[in-house]
Antibody
Framework: QVQLQESGPGLVKPSETLSLTCTVSGGSISTYYWSWIRQPAGKGLEWIGRIYSSGSTNYNPSLKSRVTMSVDTSKNQFSLKLTSVTAADTAGYYC??????????????WGQGTLVTVSS | EIVLTQSPGTLSLSPGERATLSCRASQSVSSNYLAWYQQKPGQAPRLLIYGASSRATGIPDRFSGSGSGTDFTLSISRLEPEDFAVYYCQQYGSSPGTFGQGTKVEIK
């Protein structure tokens, strides 16, 4: 059973960089696409971007200038960095796996989510 | 980007009743690459349907998806107590993938 677990600071100051890591267990990170998705409290879901196990990335244009994703296959982890954060970036952040190796089929495995608050 | 509009915003039904949720896209969804998710408070979304009509692993057959192009529907044939939740549609045929705003199914 594949499991995903987000980790990282729960509080980030405005203008600083949000950094999160997702650790994948119960399966290999290889040959799948891995995404970050966020959800402000009481609101809907926003796809931030995805990374393939090779390191190739696709980002949401609305966040592209501030987002960097990376993958460490030796640790079965992938990471998110979001720069110049503001209060609007306060949200629950989820990591998730695309159901198919080609990157389609929705997201079949999700982490439990981690709340990141942007505040001084 | 493709905008997904879900209706109604809230659906008030009783256990045993049928639920019909709508998801309308601002443009045609490529290859019917549309998914549905269920989310309960404090939990991550759970994949129910992909490819507009294929049930994900372990999903009961009371959940069904249909539609094509710009109009999609999620049906729950007989609501069980555990089905009261928020449901989201998502298109993954065009980048960026986008989600609808959600439909809350609440107990009447």
């Amino acid at each position: 059973q594949v499991q995903l677990q987000e980790s990282g600071p729960g509080l980030v100051k405005p203008s600083e960089t949000l950094s999160l890591t997702c650790t994948v267990s119960g399966g290999s990170i290889s040959t799948y696409y891995w995404s970050w998705i966020r959800q402000p409290a009481g609101k809907g879901l926003e796809w931030i971007g995805r990374i393939y196990s090779s390191g190739s990335t696709n980002y949401n244009p609305s966040l592209k200038s501030r987002v960097t994703m990376s993958v460490d296959t030796s640790k079965n982890q992938f990471s998110l960095k979001l720069t110049s954060v503001t209060a609007a970036d306060t949200a629950g952040y989820y990591c998730a796996r695309s159901r198919s190796a080609a990157g389609y089929g929705g997201f079949d495995y999700w982490g439990q989510g981690t709340l990141v608050t942007v505040s001084s | 980007e493709i905008v997904l509009t879900q209706s109604p915003g809230t659906l008030s039904l009783s256990p045993g009743e049928r639920a019909t949720l709508s998801c309308r896209a601002s443009q045609s969804v490529s290859s019917n690459y549309l998914a549905w998710y269920q989310q309960k408070p404090g939990q991550a979304p759970r994949l129910l349907i992909y490819g507009a009509s294929s049930r994900a692993t372990g999903i009961p057959d009371r959940f069904s998806g249909s539609g094509s192009g710009t109009d999609f529907t999620l049906s729950i044939s007989r609501l069980e107590p555990e089905d009261f939740a928020v449901y989201y549609c998502q298109q993954y045929g065009s980048s960026p993938g986008t989600f609808g705003q959600g439909t809350k199914v609440e107990i009447k």
